[in-house]
């Protein structure tokens, strides 16, 4: 009887790794077809040099060469730009999306419900189409909203070109990233904050805790940090791969004097412009080491058990 017990338990125990087998297999095979070959394709072309005509020859490391030393623009523009935009729309936006998911859990459902859907749309709607909503606000010409406002009370005399000058560029494009940055990150954020057990703030007033400044610190951080460490990854994932925004709202790649011309933007320059698709892959690859060493930062921060 033993024995047979052993064998029953053991055929129990193959069957269920069988179907957990079956069951990982579709997505298993959907992550290496559109996750696993991309990147890795994208890895060995940035070792060529291909126009996306002839065949791909083999350059070494030539391209990662020149990105670092002989493209003044990506040094001197392009990257200074992107960890611009990261600090005032990953950065600040993620910090605006906690302090409003916490804002939020105070107030009743019904309204908490409404202003959630408020400001969550902007996300869904994507960057391209709310750049291009904000266009008309800061069109260059007396019909732009701003420039009729500012012409009517006579604060400028003539129409200010917002979205051509270098000036004004980029810091439109945070307003626009801002304004658009509350998304999964944020509900994830909220959905912690109203599933924390409310017994812990209790025992907290108990043990000292005076305001709730010190209930933030001590209680709600603690408490949704898997939710504040995927917010994390989702804000730094959506920042590095943004780009539409600002080509949308100047209406060319490169922008003027290449103000809002982030990594995404030079990328789709040297690909889909240039059709210098192995230094494109190299800027991709670049690009893909930056995300998961800022990814890899982010979990260690917010991990509970310090790995």
Do not use: C
């Not at 006579?154 to 801002?178: H, K, R, T």
């Not at 509900?187 to 043990?207: C, F, P, Q, V």
């Not at 003027?256 to 011309?261: C, H, I």
């Amino acid at each position: 009887m033993p024995k047979m017990k052993s064998k029953l338990l053991s055929l129990k125990k193959i069957k269920n790794e069988y179907s957990s087998l079956v069951l990982m297999a579709p997505y298993t095979f959907l992550f290496i077809l559109f996750i696993i070959i991309p990147v890795g394709a994208a890895i060995i072309l940035s070792f060529t040099s291909f126009n996306a005509i002839g065949a791909p020859s083999f350059t070494g490391l030539s391209n990662y060469v020149n990105l670092l030393t002989n493209d003044s623009v990506f040094m001197q523009k392009v990257l200074p730009n992107t960890l611009i935009y990261a600090i005032f729309v990953g950065l600040g936006g993620y910090v605006l999306s906690f302090f409003l998911a916490w804002s939020l859990s105070q107030i009743p459902k019904i309204p908490r419900t409404i202003m959630t859907v408020i400001l969550y749309s902007p996300s869904v709607t994507g960057g391209v189409l709310l750049a291009t909503i904000w266009s008309s606000v800061f069109s260059g010409d007396k019909r732009g909203l701003l420039n009729y406002l500012l012409l009517k009370y006579d604060i400028i005399e003539n129409p200010i070109q917002w979205l051509q000058s270098g000036s004004y560029l980029m810091p439109i494009m945070i307003i626009v990233g801002l304004w658009s940055s509350m998304g999964i990150g944020f509900l994830s954020m909220l959905s912690g904050i109203l599933n924390t057990d409310k017994e812990m703030y209790e025992a907290a007033r108990i043990d000292g805790v005076k305001n709730r400044f010190q209930e933030i610190i001590y209680i709600t951080i603690p408490a949704i940090k898997p939710q504040m460490m995927f917010g994390a990854v989702m804000a730094i994932v959506n920042i590095f791969k943004d780009g539409g925004s600002g080509v949308t709202l100047s209406g060319a790649n490169p922008t003027p004097d290449y103000a809002g011309q982030l990594i995404a933007n030079h990328i789709d320059d040297y690909g889909f412009i240039r059709y210098e698709m192995g230094y494109a892959a190299a800027v991709s690859t670049v690009l893909l080491l930056m995300i998961f060493i800022l990814s890899r930062v982010v979990s260690r921060v917010f991990s509970s058990d310090g790995e």
